[in-house]
């Protein structure tokens, strides 16, 4: 028999779970697998077929249980409990039993991956708020299925730094931490999914071991004593050919070739992004002329809007068109003041707040007229001013 509190095995599964999956094809997908001896570690296992999940509850018990249930089933069943949980096998089923309830699942007899038997070689530690950090890339990745080689989290780790980049064709997003990291520089790509995964997983508190049991095979252990969190994920990385060199070659080429700099608060700019997908439009355009940052709208049938942002523009006077969606995706990965470095309308559009940068590719908006004419000084002919 089995005994917990049903709040760790609540908490337990709710992290587990996310790397279960029904598939029609594959049973297991869909299941969860307990494993405990008596010394007193139950650990709960998913796979998915890209991830493997494993977490692990203390647990007061008499005897050494090894068993497959419907992962989906178990977590619904147990969200319905409180207090002290009991579990036992009779036969072919699960019983788990609360102060007043008494359910019973059957067992399946399906073969399940499992982490804790493979040698890991640590590569790094660091905080759940630094990989968090590291996380703001992610929405920068690539969704195209033709693009494999962008749908990826690309970490490198060296003795001192940790990088994160992501990107899409049309934008890139990059994040730099310090770290104490492995003294050979080491570079994965993991899985889009299995990188989002881990982030909804991670929190401000924890603290992330991240090891290798292979070449292409990497480990993530989240810990967090305060409330008893004891979660493992591992993955089999992506194709390595991410073109880091190339997104780091177009970051300084944009940051060396800026003529103009706008310093905005990230509010003001959000505000403003709103404002142009009210006008039913995703094209941006952002101008700096004479010390002053401003923003708009392309015209359409609904009208046009037009803002003065929350900042200053330094630099030569400069423009460009862009995409809000791109726009936003930055903007919120930003908070407090961020910089806009515009090189020209044709060339990326530079994003920066603290260890955050992003890149955009401009519009090319052949067509669309500059929306602060007043800014464009009035043209005097010589007679005129003569006969003035």
């Given at each position: 028999?089995?005994?917990?509190?049903?709040?760790?095995?609540?908490?337990?599964?709710?992290?587990?779970?996310?790397?279960?999956?029904?598939?029609?094809?594959?049973?297991?997908?869909?299941l969860v697998r307990l494993d405990?001896?008596?010394?007193?570690?139950?650990?709960?296992?998913?796979?998915?077929?890209?991830?493997?999940?494993?977490?692990?509850?203390?647990?007061?018990?008499?005897?050494?249980?090894?068993?497959?249930?419907?992962?989906?089933?178990?977590?619904?069943?147990?969200?319905?409990?409180?207090?002290?949980?009991?579990?036992?096998?009779?036969?072919?089923?699960?019983?788990?039993?609360?102060?007043?309830?008494?359910?019973?699942?059957?067992?399946?007899?399906?073969?399940?991956?499992?982490?804790?038997?493979?040698?890991?070689?640590?590569?790094?530690?660091?905080?759940?708020?630094?990989?968090?950090?590291?996380?703001?890339?992610?929405?920068?990745?690539?969704?195209?299925?033709?693009?494999?080689?962008?749908?990826?989290?690309?970490?490198?780790?060296?003795?001192?730094?940790?990088?994160?980049?992501?990107?899409?064709?049309?934008?890139?997003?990059?994040?730099?931490?310090?770290?104490?990291?492995?003294?050979?520089?080491?570079?994965?790509?993991?899985?889009?999914?299995?990188?989002?995964?881990?982030?909804?997983?991670?929190?401000?508190?924890?603290?992330?071991?991240?090891?290798?049991?292979?070449s292409n095979r990497y480990i993530?252990?989240?810990?967090?004593?305060?409330?008893?969190?004891?979660?493992?994920?591992?993955?089999?990385?992506?194709?390595?050919?991410?073109?880091?060199?190339?997104?780091?070659?177009?970051?300084?080429?944009?940051?060396?070739?800026?003529?103009?700099?706008?310093?905005?608060?990230?509010?003001?700019?959000?505000?403003?992004?709103?404002?142009?997908?009210?006008?039913?439009?995703?094209?941006?355009?952002?101008?700096?002329?004479?010390?002053?940052?401003?923003?708009?709208?392309?015209?359409?049938?609904?009208?046009?809007?037009?803002?003065?942002?929350?900042?200053?523009?330094?630099?030569?006077?400069?423009?460009?068109?862009?995409?809000?969606?791109?726009?936003?995706?930055?903007?919120?990965?930003?908070?407090?003041?961020?910089?806009?470095?515009?090189?020209?309308?044709?060339?990326?559009?530079?994003?920066?707040?603290?260890?955050?940068?992003?890149?955009?590719?401009?519009?090319?908006a052949e067509g669309h007229k500059?929306?602060?004419?007043?800014?464009?000084?009035?043209?005097?002919?010589?007679?005129?001013?003569?006969?003035?």
């Amino acid at each position: 028999m089995i005994t917990l509190q049903q709040d760790l095995l609540n908490a337990a599964l709710n992290a587990v779970t996310r790397a279960s999956t029904k598939s029609a094809l594959m049973a297991a997908f869909s299941l969860v697998r307990l494993d405990v001896n008596t010394d007193g570690i139950l650990h709960l296992s998913c796979f998915n077929g890209e991830t493997a999940a494993r977490s692990s509850v203390n647990v007061d018990c008499s005897e050494d249980l090894s068993i497959c249930v419907d992962a989906a089933t178990l977590k619904a069943v147990i969200e319905t409990l409180s207090g002290e949980i009991k579990l036992t096998v009779e036969q072919n089923a699960l019983i788990i039993q609360g102060a007043s309830n008494r359910t019973t699942l059957r067992i399946v007899d399906e073969p399940l991956p499992i982490i804790g038997v493979e040698s890991i070689q640590n590569i790094a530690t660091l905080s759940g708020n630094i990989f968090r950090s590291l996380a703001r890339v992610l929405p920068f990745a690539s969704i195209d299925d033709s693009r494999a080689v962008l749908q990826v989290l690309h970490l490198t780790l060296d003795a001192e730094t940790l990088t994160a980049q992501t990107a899409d064709g049309y934008s890139a997003g990059h994040v730099r931490e310090c770290i104490v990291g492995p003294a050979e520089q080491t570079s994965v790509s993991l899985p889009l999914s299995f990188a989002r995964l881990l982030s909804t997983l991670v929190d401000d508190r924890d603290t992330v071991r991240i090891g290798t049991s292979g070449s292409n095979r990497y480990i993530f252990h989240i810990a967090n004593s305060e409330v008893s969190k004891d979660l493992t994920l591992a993955t089999v990385t992506a194709d390595g050919n991410f073109p880091s060199a190339q997104i780091m070659t177009l970051l300084d080429e944009a940051r060396k070739n800026a003529i103009a700099i706008l310093h905005v608060q990230q509010p003001s700019l959000m505000q403003s992004i709103r404002m142009v997908n009210a006008m039913g439009t995703q094209s941006t355009f952002i101008k700096a002329v004479n010390g002053v940052a401003k923003i708009a709208s392309a015209e359409t049938e609904t009208g046009q809007g037009r803002n003065t942002l929350d900042g200053t523009a330094s630099g030569e006077d400069a423009q460009a068109w862009l995409s809000a969606t791109f726009l936003k995706r930055a903007a919120e990965a930003c908070r407090g003041e961020l910089m806009i470095r515009i090189t020209d309308g044709t060339k990326p559009i530079l994003i920066e707040a603290g260890n955050f940068t992003a890149v955009i590719m401009p519009m090319l908006a052949e067509g669309h007229k500059d929306p602060f004419p007043e800014d464009e000084a009035i043209t005097i002919s010589l007679p005129e001013m003569a006969m003035a």
